[in-house]
């Protein structure tokens, strides 16, 4: 497909996503004691492939992997009780600040797993995470396809073809265990070029003006799939502080509202998508248990986890953990979120 209807297609796509005037936006008061997106859980089936499949994309080793072990702490977060696992902690540049961004990955034996890797991308709860590149995407395709690693999912309502002439500007790949991963091309500036127009990082971005790409190439947001719109944005902005703009229900096929959520330790933000597909409406979301192939989620960095679990629950959220936990010289919760049962970690370090 030919770059200037691909360009349109997603020029559309963020419209209706996003196109709603300063005059709608919100400012909510953010919560003090959520500091932010600290990091993204995703749990495997094949430790090692996984690795090798992310550092194939840049990301890399920080912690791990760790042997088989009985975790008593993470199966008390998890609801797990005496299953083995074994964990990578890895991490990748932050497309908006110079913190690199942790993916944790997660391999259970020894419990019940459901295999979920061949969900849609469009299903609820199915995940996604987005990454910047500097130049045409097709570069990363050539180089995953080289290594044998390549697979290109259908996604709802945008093209993915393999190949594509002229500037790449976005691709959609996935690991072997299903999470998708879409990058974005950040054009590499000529000399003599013009500086790029503006761009906002908060709820009054309009589609014309949202901060995309961020500074640099590297991570950029996390993505779930909801069922309901307004209930699922009211929660991420009450409970844990994002900055959406007010819902606009658009009729579209696809509403991804974005809403922008300080990246931990830093003064930048980072963004979560919920993605709303109307293929979905009135669905039941799957059980998706914890330990699954291809469970995700969310973890935010709290300074105080009492109020913070508190509050959540309060707001309709459903407990995985019972309670808050002693969790690797911190303390953590496990939620899920009133919407769809998107999985949620609140996590306080040790002082």
Same mark, same amino acid.
């Given at each position: @497909? ?15 996503? #996003? ?59 998890? &609801? ?9 902690? @890895? ?13 944790? #990955? ?37 180089? #995953? ?6 697979? @290109? ?38 000399? /003599? ?8 990082? &908060? ?125 690797? &010289? ?10 769809? /049962? ?10």
């Amino acid at each position: @497909m030919g770059q200037n209807k691909t360009f349109g297609v997603f020029i559309f796509a963020f419209a209706l996503a #996003l196109a709603t005037a300063s005059l709608f936006a919100q400012k909510p008061e953010r919560p003090s004691d959520v500091l932010g997106l600290g990091f993204v859980g995703h749990n495997v089936s094949d430790l090692e492939r996984s690795i090798k499949f992310f550092e194939a994309i840049d990301f890399k080793v920080v912690e791990g992997p760790s042997v088989w072990s009985v975790d008593k702490e993470l199966n008390k977060l998890g &609801n797990t009780p005496g299953a083995e696992s074994r964990t990578a902690t @890895m991490k990748v540049q932050s497309s908006v600040s110079d913190v690199p961004f942790t993916l944790v #990955l997660r391999q259970y034996r020894g419990i019940q797993r459901q295999d979920w890797s061949k969900a849609n991308s469009w299903d609820l709860l199915s995940s996604h995470i987005d990454l910047t590149v500097d130049g045409s995407v097709g570069s990363l395709l050539d180089k #995953l396809e080289t290594l044998n690693m390549l697979k @290109m999912p259908e996604v709802n309502g945008l093209p993915n073809p393999r190949q594509q002439q002229g500037f790449r500007r976005f691709a959609f790949v996935q690991d072997p265990d299903g999470l998708t991963i879409e990058y974005f091309g950040k054009p590499i500036p000529k000399p /003599g070029d013009p500086p790029p127009a503006a761009t906002v990082s &908060n709820s009054s971005a309009t589609a014309q003006n949202i901060d995309r790409l961020g500074k640099q190439a590297g991570f950029n947001h996390y993505a779930t799939n909801i069922v309901e719109p307004e209930k699922a944005r009211d929660f991420y902005v009450k409970a844990l502080g994002g900055d959406y703009p007010v819902f606009q229900n658009t009729g579209a096929n696809q509403i991804l509202q974005n809403g922008w959520f300080p990246q931990a330790t830093t003064n930048n933000n980072l963004r979560i998508e919920l993605g709303y597909f109307t293929v979905n409406k009135g669905k039941t979301p799957p059980s998706v248990k914890f330990q699954d192939i291809n469970a995700n989620y969310a973890g935010f960095q709290v300074s105080n986890i009492e109020t913070a679990y508190s509050r959540a629950m309060m707001l309709g959220a459903i407990t995985v953990s019972g309670g808050i936990v002693t969790y690797h &010289n911190g303390r953590a919760a496990m939620i899920r979120d009133p919407d769809v /049962g998107g999985y949620i970690m609140l996590w306080q370090p040790a002082r």
